[in-house]
């Protein structure tokens, strides 16, 4: 079907391009601004061109002690512990629901659909949250609500569903237990679907202040986006970044360092981006197109 | 539910084991009770055990604490023994001003979203759907659906980036056609607009990508027919791409729909905060909730709010499903 492009197709392309533009176009709008002299701010207001360029913001946030550099720490921690132990969880019950063996897998997966439907809703989530002692500490961050999630339970079981079971059955034949067989045989061929997974709940912990702003009180604990919350709120905490090293006569950079802040946040989703366009989308496009 | 039933049609119409006689064959479950089939597939149960226990305390056990809904909340107090006040905490909620502005907000922002995120979604996978350079297809869905990843807290410091009273693009942008600078943080008015357009920005990319996969299964030679027989472009899109998604467009806005009475926390929270003077037009069931537990820590008043919201929404998705039914059968949930 090869026709000769006419104005129709020059208007299709040209809107295409200026939607794609806009949806990145803030982002590139609070990078500039993360590394605008803070003078420049002031005079011209927030600009894609700045006449003068700064490192002074991420200077500052990047000091040694800083809390910008503690929330990173724990948002690392949470996002990584939480994440390997929530693809384990998820990958060892998609197993058993997806052997056909196991006689009572149907009422199994209703267990785990039934709180997909029916949520108690917050302040019973809390009590019984406040009740096991997840308050004020890692675990708090971990263990509620983001640790597994009945979606991608499913996600995972139906491809593992189209595994052959031939395989499952020499696994067993060569005396191999079902446990090895998961692990040796259904995990390593899941591999695509729990790359998937992984993003998921990667990039769930990664964005999370939900926990943050319910459970816990600790600045310490913050999570990057939940101190990210906080800058912003609190004009106070801008001050108390600085910590007297640089200087405590000086006013801080606040406009350009709240910038920095958010891009730092979000600098590990950019780097991570080509393994989201290819696991991420395809994941959400089964799930919602097929699911 | 669909799915479970096939299976078993498909296993009854083609029994697996026949052909090895008298030996229970593998792959087909086992006979017996629970217990039986525990002890033969020990090591499957033992594997659903975390993801088990997990769903029980952080799923069935919060349904009985539901019941502080009807009591007077009393931390020392376990459920059971509380106090017992009937309907009082529904009547407090239900006759204060604030229930019907929260509750119309939740309504009145979410179908905005709904609304405007699927025309937004639809438009953008047609015209990608027209696109035949394949480069320039990924090139700008990967930028489409960037916003996708972000959490609303970078997204408000964007927002802010663009309409900061003093530094803010748009009013320097306004400034330079000599209008005067204007504090958009105090305008409720406009903010059901400014959130849902944030809603279409952040969203619309990603479901576009759906759609447009959704697009992409249709058969060619439909378009193929349709172009030998003289349709225009437009003819084709409206009537062959169209009626084919629509499936899925309705599946997708009817799960959209089931969740209508849940206001989106993490958004408007992150976008509005404690501003008070945004509240008439953005405050939401969810925040409402959220200040009632965390700040004015009356858990009982908020199990009866969120009792209250998820009554509504059953009759709501019900509705919702009965329509589609009506009108889309394949789109239907149950």
Redesign the interface.
Known sequence: ?KRRPNG??FL??F???A??????A??V??TV?SFTDEDA??H????FFPRKWSLYAYRLIFHAGSSVLRSYGVSFVVTILGTVVAV???A??A???A??????R?P??L??Y??MV???????????CIR?GLKNNLAALIV??L??N?FN?FLVKNFMEGIP?SL??SA??DGA???RT?FSIYFPLSVPVLATVTLFYG?AY?????NA??LVDDRKLYPL??L??QL??QIQMIRDLQLGSAGASMTPPS?SM??AT?VV??GP?VLL?PW??RY??SG??VG??KG | MKK?DDEKRRGGQNPRGKRNGGHAP???????G?VA?MR??G??????L???V??F??????????L?AFQRFNYRRNILNGEWIGMKNFEFFINSSYAFTITWNTLKLNMFFIGATTVAALV?AL??N???VKW?VK??Q??????T???W??????????F?M????L??TLAAFGVPAVNWYIKADVWPAILTVMRV?KGA??NA??FL??MA?IDVSLYEAA?IDGAS?AQRAWRITMPLIAP?VA??TLMAIGRIMYGD??MI??LI??NGVLFPTTDVI?TY??RA??KIGD??E??AI??F??AIGFVLVYGANKLTKRFFPEGAIY
């Open positions: 079907m129709f197709d299709l392309y809107f295409i391009a939607v794609a533009v806009l949806c990145v803030p982002m709008l609070s601004v701010i002031i011209d207001g927030y600009g384990a969880i998820t060892m019950a197993y058993a629901l052997n056909k063996r196991v006689r009572y149907g199994l997966a267990y785990f039934v709180t029916f949520t108690a809703g917050i302040a019973p989530w809390y009590l019984v096991l509620p609500s640790l597994f009945p339970l079971d499952r059955e067993s034949i237990s079902d446990i998961a990039l990664w964005n999370d202040w939900w702003i319910m986006q939940f990210l919350l912003k709120s406009e709240k910038m958010a946040t979000v989703i981006y989201l366009q991420f989308i959400l496009v919602s197109v | 479970t593998e792959g087909k479950p086992g006979k017996g629970l089939d033969r597939n090591a499957s149960y033992l594997l659903t975390p993801a088990a997990y769903t305390v952080f799923g069935y056990l919060t349904y009985p604490y539901l502080i953008l015209a990608l027209e696109v035949r320039f090139a700008s990967a930028m489409m659906v960037f916003p990843y972000l959490s807290v970078v997204v408000s410091y964007m927002l802010y980036g663009i900061s003093d530094y803010g693009i009013n320097r920005w990319g990603l990508v759906i996969a959704a299964a172009e472009r899925t599946i997708l926390f993490g929270y992150a905060g404690d969810d909730v959220y537990l965390r858990p009982a908020a199990t969120g009792l919201q998820s």
